[in-house]
């Protein structure tokens, strides 16, 4: 936004990439546009459409049948593993979207991003 380099700055390019990581949509896709942007898509639907906004690719279980699950499977699949996956993946796209907030001021730090991945990572390693 016209701002000198910064940590910060660096802070809100990693949030969109996660952002674009786990939505599979780029910042400039032609749904982004009059003030919707990336941040603001995935902001708004985190919590009641986590499945509709994350990438499908993300629901696919890979063994050795390569068995893939629906979108729709993944929403009414009510096992502890497939809620632990949707957590997981609320907790991705929040940290994406805390990084991503336009004031630099309301973004995190990176050392507590990372603690926050690692939280992450080890509750799904624990499951």
């Known amino acids: 936004m016209g701002n000198e380099a910064s940590t ?7 949030g969109i990439l996660l952002l674009e990581m786990f939505t599979g949509l780029r910042p ?10 990336l941040h603001n898509f995935a902001k708004s639907a985190l919590r009641e459409e986590i499945v ?3 990438d499908p690719i993300l629901f696919q279980q890979r063994e050795k049948g390569e068995t893939s699950l629906s979108i729709k499977s993944a929403q009414n699949d009510s096992s502890s593993g497939s809620h ?5 993946l ?9 990084c991503s907030e336009e004031l630099p001021a309301h973004r995190p730090e990176i050392n ?16």
Do not use: P, W
């Open 8 to 14: 910060s700055g660096d802070v809100y390019s990693y």
């Open 28 to 37: 400039t896709h032609s749904m982004f546009s009059d003030g919707i942007t």
């Open 112 to 127: 507590q991003v990372v603690s926050q991945l690692h939280a992450i990572r080890n509750s799904l390693q624990s499951g």
């Open 52 to 54: 509709s906004i994350a």
């Open 84 to 88: 632990k996956i949707q957590e997981c």
């Open 90 to 98: 609320i907790s991705i796209l929040e940290i994406g979207i805390a």
